[in-house]
Nanobody, 115 residues
């Protein structure tokens, strides 16, 4: 059974930092492309950052320079370090594991940026 479990969300003030983590089980983690996506209230889900199985990273323009995605294949985890958070970063953040045709999602963790 495949499981992606996110953690690390919460309430943070503008300018603050959070680190999200996703623990994967039931998949051959190292061969999967991993990603973080988010969905704000009333908006569609959008890609935040991805890291390929080989380590190549890609970021949405809105988070470049502020967020960093990383993976630990030994621990089957992927992390998202979020710095200089803004109110527009408020959303539910989802972990994704993709290896065509498999596409798995976690249940999400809520990040709220507010003073």
């Amino acid at each position: 059974q495949v499981q992606l479990v996110e953690s690390g969300g919460g309430l943070v003030q503008p300018g603050g930092s959070l680190r999200l983590s996703c623990a994967a089980s039931g998949i051959g983690f190292s061969v999967y492309d991993m990603g973080w996506y988010r969905q704000a209230p009333g908006k569609q889900r959008e890609r935040v950052a991805t890291i390929r199985s080989g380590g190549i990273t890609n970021y949405a323009d809105s988070v470049k320079g502020r967020f960093t995605i990383s993976r630990d294949n030994a621990k089957n985890t992927v992390a998202l370090q979020m710095n200089n958070l803004k109110s527009e970063d408020t959303a539910v953040y989802y972990c994704n594991a993709y290896r065509m045709p498999m596409d798995y999602w976690g249940k999400g963790t809520l990040v709220t940026v507010s003073s």
